[in-house]
């Protein structure tokens, strides 16, 4: 089942949830899982060969009318599309998938209302033999654990009675000595006064001996009791340290969801997580509807500014970019872009996700409302933002490119944006391909994608094959 749902994850990052499924019409050993979406649920349905199999997609403004049924371990969701198309959801009880559906179909869902008892296994159909079976399998383990604790209290009770008789027994045997000892001779008496006060010489000389062994590992154990605290205090912080409990400042707006910060005197490249601008200076891609509005709303709200960054799950993507939330001011960044309607919510790569649910009620607030990229019909897709610009001809612009970029082993055009997001050698595919990009962004002079390493002489990503 785990796996199954990852591999939908993977299928379906922009997901809203993929929970456990189950179908009127499906056998019983048909295993089904639902993935819900912003414009329908899709149902799936895996065989016997371990294939995931696509049966059914029902969009949400189809269903008719819907029911929720809370039970103490699930909650159950009874969506009717059709007269006889009947789809039953299985997730742990939790209200926010409830309002998720409710604003997506625009139905009041009604929640059918139980008894405490009734949300026990065995109580929840009311069928008699059910509710008694029920109730014998309870007294059983009731019975079981009352047995368990009063049969360690009777080994208890045992063990102390035998040493009670243990103790009787040796003072009895005392007393008979000291009777016996009575009717002894004086010499014997002075010859057993003697080895008495022998004894007590040992026994004191003994008991101080102890009390020196005994008093010595309890100072030890200061020692180690004091160790053990500083690195629990230690570890405490770091964990803390690892949680995301850092701050930074803010050195530069790529983008509406890609900043550069200063953390710990070291600059690096955060991507917003879960959020999605329209682009604005991707190498590929033509400046898109809202890019901008987005790239100066976060220039407004985060240039020079102070930040907290908080991390959830892996920290890095493979461009070694941090993967975080920002803290502005003690608001959510992340979440501000998507209420703005200035980013869609994506890339749900490595779920759950500490915000997701808040994430996901602000974007459809944003979406009533019609605002920003939601006020243009068809133009938020869930792979991106389906916008074609109008091109022109570019015959002229490519021949004047190829003449003015041309050198005498013959580089060609440039491969990326010298003013887009940072770059490394491993972008590039020869050496003369790096070198002109780094000649474009101003290089020797000026190096800001830091191709050149540390020797400075001028000639960048030497390891890369000449052409």
Known sequence: MFKDRKILWKKHPDAYHILMADHKSASSSSQLMAVLLDDCYLLYETSNKKNIVLIDRVNWHDIRSAKVDYYAVKTEFIFESGETHILILNENPDSTAKDFIESMTGLEIPVKRRKWYQKLLGFRSKNPWKMITAILIYFIMFFAIANA?????????????????????????????????????????NKQKENQDSKKYTSSTDNEESNKVTSTPDNKNDIPDKENA??????????????????ATVTRVVDGDTIEINLNGKTEDVRLLLVDTPETVHPSEP??????????????????????????????????RLLSYLWVDGKNFNKMLLRQGLARYAYVFDPPYTHSDTFMK???????????????????????????????????????????????SGSSRLKYNPNGPDRDCGDFDTQQEAQDFYESAGGPGSDPHRLDGNDDDGVVCETLPAA
């Open 149 to 189: 604790f009063t049969g360690e209290e009777t080994a208890d009770t045992n063990s102390l009675d035998k040493e009670t008789n243990t103790e009787e027994i040796e003072e009895q045997t005392d007393t008979d000595r000291d009777l016996n000892g009575d009717n002894n001779s004086n010499n014997d008496k």
């Open 230 to 247: 500083s690195q629990k205090n230690s570890l405490q912080q770091e964990n803390k340290k690892q949680n995301g409990d850092a701050t």
């Open 287 to 320: 400046v898109q509807p809202y890019g901008p509005e987005a790239s100066q709303f976060a220039k407004n709200k985060l240039s020079g500014k102070k930040v907290r960054i908080e991390y959830d799950g892996p920290k890095r993507d493979k461009y070694d």
């Open 362 to 408: 602000a974007q459809n607030k944003a979406k009533s409302e019609g605002k920003g990229i939601w006020s243009r019909n068809n133009y938020v897709t869930s792979d991106g933002f389906n916008y074609q610009e109008q091109k022109q001809t570019e015959n002229t612009t490519a021949n004047n490119e190829s003449s003015s970029s041309s050198t005498s």
